[in-house]
């Protein structure tokens, strides 16, 4: 299991960015795939999950309504559409999965085993 995070950058507040988390050696129906994030001096959190089998995702209530998980099969990749970024959301950003896993109402970074590396999102003027 390989995952690859890429897309992130330093944006202004209220600008957007879009990260991709591709998958390979498997395909996304491996398990729910997630993105979670960690700032300096603070613990992993889990950002956005999604169960690719049928689309069902899950968010932190911090980022509702300004970022969107979705993914493509086609393209074996999972993507976090981030709008309106504001400067808490400065971290590394970091894609998982785990094997089987199907989440519900939560996404939390003890229930996945693979990772990629992060990428770092720093909103800032």
């Known amino acids: 299991v390989q995952l690859q995070a890429s897309g992130g950058g330093l944006v202004q507040p209220g600008g957007s960015l879009r990260l991709s988390c591709v998958a390979s050696g498997i395909t996304l129906n491996y398990g729910a795939i997630g993105w979670f994030r960690q700032a300096p001096g603070k613990e992993r959190e889990g950002v956005s999950c999604i169960n690719p089998s049928d689309g069902s995702t899950y968010s932190t209530d911090s980022v509702k309504g300004r970022f969107t998980i979705s993914r493509d099969n086609a393209e074996n990749t999972v993507y976090l559409q981030m709008n309106s970024l504001k400067p808490e959301d400065t971290a590394v950003y970091y894609c998982?999965?785990?094997?089987?896993?199907?989440?519900?109402?939560?996404?939390?970074?003890?229930?996945?085993?693979?990772w990629g590396q992060g990428t770092q999102v720093t909103v800032s003027s």
């Open positions: 998982a999965t785990d094997y089987d896993l199907y989440i519900r109402g939560r996404c939390d970074p003890v229930d996945f085993g693979s």
